[in-house]
């Protein structure tokens, strides 16, 4: 990510946006495969709250901007060594059926969302690509560098920013 605090491996097929969300610390993807992912960083002291208070407090944001939304039970993780909560969520935006994978990562810092979606029809296969890009997330030791002030809460960019995702993809 942008900011050092945390590193992903990157499928070859995926490459930088600058499209997805204005606040990410990475936005990547491959349009003609309809794979997303972002990641938003919250510093820790400027939220108060658990890792699993932060999951579900990110993912209601965008259960909020869905029609017909749901989510799945909570899903509690270890990548490499970081505690993580995981939903699935899906839903209806501007018409079109979105898929989303939301994982909450704690790093030492940081609570960090990594979202990803894409649309239910490629679900099965995009869901393990993004598995694939999880299961790769390591924390830098040390770390002093300082993500940008992010606030977690504001889904009508991300909701905007869906929309324009399913547009450039139909």
Do not use: C, M
């Amino acid at each position: 990510t942008s900011d050092g605090l945390l590193t992903l491996n990157l499928p070859s097929h995926w490459s930088p946006r600058t499209d997805l969300h204005e606040k990410a610390t990475l936005q990547t993807g491959n349009p003609f495969r309809e794979e997303y992912l972002i990641v938003l960083p919250d510093l820790k002291t400027e939220f108060a709250g658990t890792l699993q208070e932060h999951a579900q407090l990110t993912s209601d944001g965008i259960l909020s901007n869905l029609q017909g939304g749901h989510r799945s039970a909570a899903r509690r993780l270890q990548l490499n060594g970081l505690n993580a909560v995981q939903y699935e969520l899906t839903g209806t935006v501007d018409r079109n059926k979105i898929a989303y994978l939301h994982t909450a990562i704690e790093t030492p810092s940081a609570y960090q969302q990594i979202i990803a979606w894409t649309l239910p029809k490629r679900k099965q296969k995009a869901f393990e690509v993004f598995a694939g890009v999880l299961n790769s997330a390591t924390a830098e030791a040390g770390n002093s560098g300082k993500p940008a002030a992010v606030k977690a809460y504001d889904w009508n960019s991300q909701n905007q920013v869906a929309q324009r995702v399913v547009k450039e993809v139909a």
